[in-house]
């Protein structure tokens, strides 16, 4: 057992919400474990040995809320002090990523470093201090500052890529930003911003919704918008196609939860028709998407593993030039430590390519602000770091994803049943807004962008729409009004492409 002491206001804090808490092992793998909190003490009792720590949603003041982790620890029995290991934790990964990224004496970099120096400097005092009240008093100090300079850190490395990018307009013209389509959204103002604002359309492909009865296809409502992103000139990405989300699974599905044989054939047949009939209009395909964490089925390792070459080998059959995608939902797997049935995210993917599996990208999903697992607020660096892990790959990636709110407070429609404020998942900074949400896109586009392996950005909603994931994370209202993360992308676009104008969207069809 790993036992954590928590002070606030110099007691023992009396409260704490321990919601998205877990615990990990090595290389950042979520563990089983049993988390309770008394009277300011945090106990975490492992179902495995060895060192672990505990990652919990923290409020690190005007830096903002989000999800952190402590180092990892060995079992003993007095207490550990959370502020104190949560500062050496982010201290490590400033390290870590200082070294990765070249900045100890990148002549630019004299500033971070120094701030470094002066935080490691407090994070020294809040060990030797006598006093665990003291110590943890100016352990938050030091994190705080530690999240601050370490998304200063992030994005003064993003930006040294992106001059590099810019300088070559090949590289820049290799990038594309994308919205994902709202199916039942057929007016025309809707169409006119996503013509405005995306260089391809991201096209849902439900399960549910294109055969809602066995053997019976209804491709009318994806029709009409494979033939507008044809007539706009925008390449399309489609799917997923095999998704065991709730959101994709027609319920017939489940009487096949025991036969898994019957299952593959049936996905096997699903995906052949829809392959066929768009094989020649889609650029990209999201082939398997999350299947990694969404295990509707208690399938084995080696049976997910199985469904995972199938779609991808008949995909690149049925339409060799197009470029077929495995997705990446909730990329820190948190969801792991709470279901054994499932694989961590960068372990799915290593096996996938280490395996032999046929495709050729990884997409990966960073949608924030609700309190689900997978959706806590990351900082800036935490970001950066995930994005790094897929270099090892040696895939190209998508970021086939990503949003987070404009506003706190819901209405009716929202998925959160109309109380007074939605529930949330963390903060960046300040609490959501319009302007908040503008700012995070800009900062999160350009750490995307500047990794040369990343190939497009796609934000998950054009416009706000009900019982959305991240509620009101579209750019534009419900009546398409433009928010001002939109104005901000196209600004980010034209600054990108150098000539103030979208490139011809044409070109990013192959």
């Known amino acids: ?24 092992g090595q290389d950042a793998i979520p563990i089983r474990a049993d988390i309770t909190v008394s009277k300011g003490l945090i106990r975490c009792t492992k179902r495995v040995p060895g060192p672990a720590g505990l990652s919990v949603l923290w409020d690190v003041g005007q830096a903002g809320v989000f999800m952190l982790p402590t180092v990892r620890l060995p079992e003993r029995k007095k207490p550990y002090n959370l502020l104190v290991e949560m500062a050496r934790a982010q201290l490590f990964k400033i390290i870590q ?8 004496d990148f002549a630019d970099a004299e500033d971070l470093n120094a701030d470094f120096d002066e935080i490691r400097k407090t994070f020294l005092r809040s060990v030797h201090a006598s006093d665990p009240a003291e110590a943890s008093a100016i352990g938050a100090r030091a ?11 992030a994005l003064f490395h993003a930006d040294i890529f992106l001059k590099r990018r810019k ?51 209804d491709f009318e409502q994806t029709d009409k918008w494979i033939d507008f992103a044809a007539r706009a000139k925008r390449p399309v990405h489609a799917g997923p196609l095999l998704s065991f989300s709730n959101l994709h699974l027609p319920e017939r599905l489940y009487i096949w939860e025991h036969d898994y044989d019957a ?35 208690n399938l084995s390792f080696d049976q997910l593993m199985e469904l995972t070459r199938m779609s991808c080998l008949l995909v690149k059959k049925l339409a060799p030039n197009s470029k077929a995608m495995i997705e990446l939902v909730m990329p820190w797997g948190e969801y792991y430590a709470r279901n054994q049935r499932s694989i961590p995210p960068l372990m799915y993917a290593d096996m996938a390519v280490q395996s032999g599996v046929k495709f050729d990208a990884f997409g990966v999903q960073f949608l924030m602000g609700v309190p689900r ?19 090892a790959f040696g895939k190209s990636a998508h970021v086939s994803a990503c949003q987070a709110p404009s506003n706190t407070i819901s209405d009716p429609s929202d998925a959160w049943g109309g109380a007074a404020s939605i529930p949330q998942g963390g903060k960046w900074h300040a609490p959501w807004s319009p302007r908040l949400q503008a700012e995070w896109l800009q900062a999160f586009y350009r750490i995307s962008i500047s990794k040369p392996f990343v190939e497009s950005v796609c934000w998950s909603d054009l416009a706000d ?14 009546a398409m009004e433009p ?14 492409y150098g000539d103030g104008a979208s490139k011809d969207p044409s070109t990013q069809a192959k």
């Not at 206001?9 to 808490?21: F, R, V």
């Open 1 to 24: 057992m790993i036992q954590f002491e928590v002070y606030q206001d110099g007691k023992l804090a009396e409260d704490m919400d321990l919601s998205g808490a877990y615990v990990f």
């Open 97 to 104: 990523k200082r070294e990765d990224w070249g900045l100890f």
């Open 143 to 153: 994190l705080s500052d530690a999240i601050t300079l370490g998304e200063r850190m």
């Open 167 to 217: 300088a070559n307009p090949q590289s820049a013209n290799r990038t594309s930003f994308g919205a994902a389509v709202d199916l039942a959204a057929t007016n025309k103002p809707y169409n006119t911003r996503l013509q405005e604002v995306a260089d391809f359309l991201s096209i849902p492909l439900a399960w549910k919704n294109l055969e809602p009865k066995e053997q019976v296809y």
């Open 263 to 297: 299952l593959r054939d049936l996905v096997y047949e699903y995906i052949q028709n829809v392959v066929t009939h768009y094989k020649d209009k889609v650029a990209v395909w999201n082939v398997v998407s999350g299947i990694h964490g969404n295990n509707t089925f």
């Open 373 to 391: 697992d997978g959706h806590y607020v990351r900082d800036l660096l935490q970001i950066s770091a995930m994005l790094d892990e897929f270099v």
């Open 465 to 478: 729409r009900a019982q959305q994931i991240i509620p009101h994370g579209g750019l534009c209202t419900d």
């Open 483 to 496: 928010k001002r993360s939109y104005r901000e992308l196209r600004s980010f676009k034209a600054s990108l």
